[in-house]
Structures are given as C-alpha cells and as structure tokens.
C-alpha cells in the first residue's frame, strides 16, 4: 500500500522510509548459520550440510574472510550451493580479501557449500552462510562497500532503508578478540588459528531505519579490511502473509489525496 500527497506534506515519512513514501515491508528474520575457519593452503574449502532454512521468500547469504599467500590477496571467485551462487560485491587490501555471495528463494534444504579462488592461493579462511526470510526475492541486496585501515576500532556507514538488514564483514590480521558494537549482533567472531598476525574473521547484522552505522573494537592495533551490504525486505503485501496499513494525517492541508492500494 502506499500513500500519496504532497512532497512538503509528507517529507519526514518519506526521508524515515528511505523513501519507500508509507510502504509497509516485513521485518527480515534471521533462520540459521553455519560457519568455518582454518588455515589450509588450497585452492578451495567446503562447509558441509549448510541448511537453507524454510522460511518465506528466503536468502541464502555467505560471507568469507581470507588472507592470501604473502602480501597477494585470494580472491574467491566462486561459490556453490546446489547452483553457482550470486557475487554480490568483494575487496581485497594487503593480502586480505572479503566476499559476499547469494541465492534467492534456495530450496529447503541442507547442501555441501563450496568456495574456489583464482588466481592465488589463500593461506587461512574465516567463512558464515546466513539463512534469512522475508527478503526481497528480485532485489535481494544493496550495493558492497569497503574500507581498510589500522587501529584499535572499525567504523562502516552501510546504507540503506526502512527495515533492512545491515551485514558487515571484516579481516583483521590479529590473534585477540574483537567486541561487536552497540546494536550489532554478531554473525561470526572467528579465528583461523592462535597464532599472532593470523586471520580473524568477523560478520555481524543489524536492523535498521536507514544509514546503519557497524563497528567493532578491536583487541589490539591491527590491519584490517571491512566492507558490507544492506539486504532488502519484501513488502508486507506479499501473497505469504496479507498485512493492513493504516495512515492517519492530523490537520491536513485542504487539497486533493490519493491512496493507492495494490
């Protein structure tokens, strides 16, 4: 459903909405998670019996974390599960790389999730395979941005709209723990190995209301490579779950209003 007035009329619900004007979108819902880490040379890495949940209009969502062999960065350049998944965006920095793949509506299902890369080798991977619902389903995820830096916090402006999910990823080469930031809730917080200077991988998501702000604290100065995309909701109308909007104007300007519904 949507609502029409005047731009004057309705600039704040418009601005709060990210411009989706009165549009109702359900909640994106977090099903499940699987996650890996190590440090084995090779060109590729499997996870096993990762489940795509059963959920509505679902989104199969897979971050992953590696550092290369020396200063050269590891790119995957494919992953699988089931079908050849969707690169929604990646980076690399000083040897270290981060990725996001998806598939929309995957079949209920658990399946083995594969990870190759070209044309270096990685040296040590961190990688989480989400299962969401209620996303989206023709334009499931918004666009990747990254930063790269050094020090002891992170900070990513990831934006977006009325109830998306906001998901970063990051690569730190660091042996100690890092803190999720306020709001956040942590996907993956994971070492390669013990080591100092090895790879640790950390996701976290996050509803938000626009622009959604992700930071972590980190245990110690490090070099790190942070990117992250905002994953969009499918409106409230859908065929699912039928939901009622209700919009009331207090005082209204005497004119003409149009309400469309669909």
Known sequence: AE??????????????????????????????????????????????????????????????????????????????WGTTMTKGGSATSGGLSIAVFYTVN??????????????????????????????????PVGSFISTSGAGTSISLDIPGAMQDMAVDIVALLSALTSTVGAGQLTVVN????????????????????????????????????????AIKPIEANAPDSPSTLTYAITNPPLGIYRVLVS
């Open 3 to 80: 609502v029409f007035g005047t731009w004057s009329d309705l600039s704040a619900d418009g601005t709060a909405s990210g411009g989706t004007y009165g549009r109702l979108n359900k909640a994106i819902s977090f099903d499940l998670l699987s996650t890996s880490g190590a440090a084995v040379p090779w060109e590729n890495f499997v996870i096993n019996w990762v489940d795509a949940g059963s959920g509505n209009n679902r989104l199969l969502l897979a971050v992953i974390i590696s550092k290369g062999t020396g200063a050269v960065a590891a790119i995957p350049e494919n992953a699988v």
């Open 106 to 139: 995957p079949a209920s299902t658990s399946q083995a999730f594969t990870v190759s890369y070209s044309p270096a080798l990685f040296s040590e991977y961190v990688a989480a395979v989400l299962s969401l619902s209620n996303v989206h389903q023709t334009v």
């Open 190 to 229: 994971r070492k390669a190995n013990s080591t100092a200077g090895t790879l640790s991988g950390l996701a976290s998501r996050e509803h938000g209301t626009g622009t959604v702000n992700m930071a972590w604290t980190l245990g110690e100065s490090a070099s790190f490579l942070s990117g992250g995309v």
